[in-house]
Structures are given as C-alpha cells and as structure tokens.
C-alpha cells in the first residue's frame, strides 16, 4: 500500500535535498511525496523544478501560513493509504519504512505505528528516555512517556485524515487525537535524524522560540484540551497537568483574558506548589498592566 510523505519547508532550500533524497532512496518504494512549500523566498521553487521523480509532487503556499497549515494542506491532498509528515531538515534511515511497514502487516488492527529519531544539536546526539516497544496507551500520549524525539509515524490515512495540526508547538495535541481514534503502537529502533540547531535556522529548533502571537494561538486549544482531558491528568500526570495549564495561562493572559488567566494559573499553583516560575506567574496575572509586562518576555 502506498505511503503518502508529506514533507512541509519554508526557506530550507539548503537542506531540502537530504530530505528528500532519504526518502525517495526509501526500501519501501510504494511512496508518494508531498513537498509543500509553505511561501518559501529562498529558491525552494528553483529548486524544486530540477525534481524529475515521478512520485514528487510540488505544491507552494501563496502565502507563509505557518508549519499547521502546510501539514494539513499535505494531508488533504494525500493519495496513499498511509502518511507520514516529515519535516525538510531531516533524514530518513534507508529501511525505515519498510519496518514500519512489516508492523502494520503483523497487526492488522493497528493504525499508527510509530519509531524515535536521534536528535542532533550541533552534530552532537543528545539523550532521550526510551519507550518500549508495544501498544501505546492515551495515559502515555497525555503524559508525553512517547519521548520527544518520536518523529517517525507513520498513520492509516482513514485516521489521519481524520485529525489536524492546531497551532505551532503544540503538536502533541496531534497525538492525543490520533490515540483516541486508533490503536498505537511504538518500535523501538531509531529510524532517522532530526537535526535541532539553534544557529542554523533549523525548522525544528525555530519552532521552540518563544512568540507572544504563538501563545495567544494555541491558548484556546490547550484550554479545550484541557477541559477533556484534565480530569485524567490530575490522576495520572500532575506535573504535565499544571504545565499545559500554565501553558493556557500565557495565551489567555497576553490576548486579554484575564479572569481566565487566573484560573488556569491558580490550577498550575495548586497542583505543582512548588515551581516558582508559576506562582510568579500567578502573581503577575493579578497586577495591573501584567499583560504589558509579559510581553517583554514573548
């Protein structure tokens, strides 16, 4: 069955190649490739008419809409029977989706099949906690136990078409969505590179900047998010509940929302009392100008 990559760049013309070099050199060659271009103005498009494989195709954005965008642009316009969202800075492993692949062909009733990749600063590899390769479970998701670094999933399209990237740097939200839909299972064998540079403009490192438009952004999804789902973590995750409420906290308070602010902020306090930064927070959201001053932060 064909896979669908979907590989989203803006300004990467200089790391694009490698991307997609390793996958078009893929074992599993029953693949289609998706670049899409999220309003590139660096010669991506150039670049991108020297392309002669079949299985590319091209798709520009007229407009730089962020990273959310051009994926589910790219997911909307897939053919294969399952997708994978890659990012133009990174690398494939030659048999990656092979073995992805031969997991699907093991467990019919599996729809996401998912496998680490080595982080890279610098050229240097950094360490991450292992997850263990088996069925993985929402409290696992919720919990962020699926490490950082899980960058190689690959997802039935019925499933994938069925969810959507939200906002910048809550990509996790993808995740808990794709867990209540289907069944997840986690290969422990890395199968590519992420390349997470901060002086190199690397798409993955630019991502965890902070930006006072981003926070106001994902703050209603992760108060929706929340609401769903805050009840289990207060049972199983403490710590990652008052961190996505602070998280909520930030948005509400920069777009305005005081009184919201509040609340999430206090709940942050009051399950993890001891972290500073929260109760700093708390503090700021009840002086007058507080938004103002959160701002010279973001």
């Known amino acids: 069955m064909k896979v669908s990559i979907i590989i989203t760049t803006y300004n ?28 590139s ?18 798709i520009r954005l007229s407009t730089n809409s962020g990273a959310s965008v051009a994926r589910n642009r790219g997911i909307q316009e897939a053919s294969g029977g399952y997708i994978l969202v890659w990012d133009s800075d990174d690398v494939l492993y030659l048999h990656a989706l092979e073995k992805i692949i031969s997991v699907f062909d093991r467990h019919s009733e599996i729809s996401i099949v998912s496998a680490p990749a080595r982080v890279l600063v610098a050229g240097k590899e950094q360490k991450y906690l292992h997850f263990p390769t088996g069925e993985v479970e929402l409290s696992d998701v919720l919990c962020k136990k699926i490490p950082s670094n899980e960058k190689v999933r690959v997802t039935r399209s019925d499933v994938m078409k069925r969810v959507s990237y939200k906002s910048r740097n809550i990509d996790f939200l993808v995740n808990v969505e794709l867990i209540e839909k289907g069944k997840w299972y986690h290969l422990d064998e890395v199968l590519g590179d992420v390349h997470n540079d901060p002086n190199s403009g690397s798409l993955t490192a630019s991502r965890k900047k902070k930006n006072a438009q981003y926070a106001i952004e994902r703050a209603p999804y992760l108060v929706a998010f929340l609401q769903k789902h805050g009840d289990i973590l207060k049972n199983v995750c403490l710590g990652r509940y008052a961190a996505y409420c602070y998280g909520a906290s930030v948005g509400l308070l920069l777009s305005g929302d005081v009184l919201l602010a509040r609340s999430f902020s206090r709940e942050a306090c009051r399950y993890d009392n001891v972290n500073l930064k929260y109760w700093g927070f708390l503090f700021l959201a009840h002086i007058p100008g507080g938004s103002c001053l959160l701002r010279i932060f973001y």
Do not use: C, N, P
Not at 22 to 34: A, F, G, P, W
Not at 44 to 51: A, K
């Open 12 to 39: 990467r013309a200089l790391t694009l190649h490698k991307a997609l070099e390793s996958v078009l050199k893929q074992t599993y060659s029953d693949i289609e490739v998706l670049v899409v271009d999220d309003g």
């Open 41 to 58: 103005t660096d010669g991506t498009g150039e670049f991108m008419r020297t392309m002669t494989d079949f299985r590319v195709r091209y």
